[in-house]
């Protein structure tokens, strides 16, 4: 179960999505999430679920894999959907009992918002499942260098960035080892009352903590061993250099913005 | 074999067991193909292969942390999937102790942290607190720690304390997986003593996971190799280093002793066997002296 969680994760294959320079894709990523939430209109809708599916099959990481990275959300999908349904309060009324009325507009915005969401989300973890945290850090690291003019620690924070994805897996496996030990112990983490469960986290709370720390002070030797003084000087083994792929990428990213933003001025379909 | 199988209801019985991981994506991976073991009272066995080749796997079905893919698990008769068994009693008598299980390690003292299984058993607290006492002293933890913090202990200490967490649960089958990993010799060879010992007390089945050919060489009544998720041999280690070719192709081998016998009788030395082992290797020569001599 502690498995499931895909968020931030790598998916090995082979494709062009993955072949993209990672600043291609960062930025894709940001315009995307952004044209999410200034379209208006149902094409916009029919657009962004279109250049994202596109994506998605471009990418060829599985589509079940990439739902599965919903499950952490789907709490909060859940409370926008009801919060929408029933706090709307415009259009014809459809249905009410007791204090609770609900308008078709009000299922129409849920529907809307919960889409936008899912999109949001899907959207995100694309990136992340064809990017390595190498070379997303990389990406970052070149794509917003402009920074370090107003002194922005733009090395150290893309370092900070990719070594806490890099340990999401590791602490997960960890989580899943520690977990396993105690069960193995008879600790229960699945039944009880709600101050037993917390109870039963202490065992598996503490054995992560140390770890994590032991983790963390086995890296900082490791990378002073390697003399790591920085930012300053630091040269790459495969730097970042646009290729044909990236500029169509780019092109096409453009097309997307281009057709989204027009999309709004189209009369009909509001 | 047969003196094994005459009793199942005493025996961990897997049958046509497969595990798959991550079904369905980039990284699934058929870590069990079709094992099919019994695995019987008081045997000492050791499980070797390499890395990747489903020891840990295997090992997480005994007691019911993992669950096949498909195929059964029998423990004492009962199948160990079946939706009524009780998979935490199953833990009490299936024990595995993890690798580095010193990083499982969380209470404040050392004898609480050794309650922990025992505790979770529900026994008495009189009982409970017997069979800690009696399981830091079968891994040799001197009374002066029994109040320390279990983080405060050196290496060694720290990873006898937390099979002693596993044995408080006086378990009929103990499982432990690579217990000396990262040890130096000394710290192995006492908790491998120990493990000899506890096994030599009866009543217990020992399974040893391990890649040192010489420590289950020397411990093991019977060697289980994996091999990419298969059972590649299993018999005595005798039975087993004979195959050491094949082994090596795996990218295991024998013993060095193995080795060494095999180039003696190469050279003419009339050993009557290969050793498996220092001390048979010894009485072989011995042997072999004194029959030339006379």
Known sequence: MIRDITIGQYYPVDSPIHRLDPRVKLSATMLYLVSLFVFSGYLGYVLAIAFVAVCVKLSRVPFRYIVRGLKPVLMLLIITLLFNIFLTKQGTELASFWIFHIYDEGLITAALMGLRLVLLVIGSSLMTFTTTPNQLTDGLEKGLRGLKVIHVPVHEIAMMMS??????????????????????????????????????????????????????????????????????????????????????????LAGYLGLVIGSSFVPFLK | MDAQRRNLKECMVLDH???????????????????????????????????????????????????????????????????????????????????????????????????????????????????????????????????????????????????????????EFLILDEPTAGLDPRGRDEILD???????????????????MEDVAKYATRLIVMNKGNVFADGSPREVFELYRELEEIGLAAPQVTYLSERLREAGVALAQNATTLAEARELLLADWKGGSR
Do not use: W
């Open chain 1, 163 to 252: 070594i806490a994805l890099r340990f999401i897996p590791i602490l997960v496996e960890e989580t899943d080892k520690i977990m396993k030990a105690q069960q193995a112990r008879g600790a229960d983490f699945e039944s009880g009352k709600l101050l037993q469960r917390v109870k039963a986290l202490i065992p598996l709370l503490v054995p992560l903590i140390v770890s994590a720390f032991r983790r963390a002070s086995d890296l900082a030797m490791a990378m002073e061993a390697r003399c790591y003084h920085g930012g300053e000087g630091r040269t790459k083994m495969k730097p970042l250099h646009y290729k044909k792929l990236d500029y169509v990428g780019y092109l096409v």
């Open chain 2, 17 to 171: 067991v497969n595990y798959v991981y991550g079904a369905g994506t980039a990284y699934e991976k058929h870590a069990l193909q079709d094992i099919n073991l019994v695995l019987g009272k008081n045997e000492f066995i050791g499980l070797i292969g390499h890395t990747g080749s489903g020891k840990s796997t295997l090992i997480q079905h005994l007691n019911g942390l993992l669950q096949p893919t498909s195929g059964h698990i029998y423990y004492k008769g009962n199948d160990i999937g079946a939706k009524e068994f009780n998979k935490k009693e199953l833990r009490s008598h299936v024990g595995l102790v993890f690798q580095y299980p010193e990083h499982q390690l969380f209470e404040t003292t050392v004898v609480k942290d050794v309650a922990f299984g025992p505790k979770n058993m529900g026994l008495p607290q009189l009982e409970v607190d017997m069979r800690v006492f009696a399981a830091l002293k079968e891994v040799g933890i001197s009374e002066e720690l029994y109040d320390a913090s279990p983080f405060e202990l050196s290496g060694g200490q720290k990873r006898r304390v937390a099979i002693a967490g596993v044995l408080a649960m006086r378990p």
């Open chain 2, 194 to 212: 120990r493990i000899a010992e506890i096994h030599a007390e009866g009543n217990r089945t020992v399974i040893l996971v391990s890649h040192s």
